[in-house]
């Protein structure tokens, strides 16, 4: 049993990234889809799909690698753990590396980036930071 399916989405895509494979794979759910249609704005993914498969549905994320090969997803890393929830204010939202990189926040009205969840004026939860 998985209880943090959040950072289990993370670390499959850091394990990825850091053996240069095209695609990740996980299961599929809502907020992980969300996760994905964030970094795809953001441009940190190519694109991502979900892909019919048994018992459940698997969510299958594309990659983006520089034209040398460099990574694009430099560290990603979860903030707001089950033990212990962090939740911002869109006043207290800062940017991550000077604007380089980017909060992920989950709000009532979805999953959105930092940038979007300053310029609705809305705070939520912090999921995760990348750059």
């Known amino acids: 049993m998985m209880t943090d399916p959040v950072a289990d989405m993370l670390t499959r895509i850091r394990n990825a990234v850091r053996v240069e494979r095209p695609f ?12 994905a249609d964030v970094l795809k704005r953001e441009g ?36 707001s753990k089950p033990g212990r929830r962090i939740y911002q204010k869109a006043v207290g939202l800062r940017p991550i590396l000077n604007g380089l990189g980017i909060s992920i926040i989950s709000t009532s009205g979805g999953v959105i980036s ?18």
């Open 44 to 79: 940190y993914i190519w694109d991502w799909q979900e892909v019919e498969s048994q018992p459940i549905n698997q969510l299958r994320i594309e990659l983006k690698y520089g034209p040398n090969g460099e990574r694009v997803i430099q560290k990603i890393r979860r903030v």
């Open 114 to 131: 930092d940038r979007e969840a300053r310029s609705k004026n809305v705070g939520g939860e912090v999921l995760c930071e990348v750059w």
């Open 24 to 35: 990740a794979e996980m299961p599929v759910s809502k907020i992980k889809r969300g996760l």
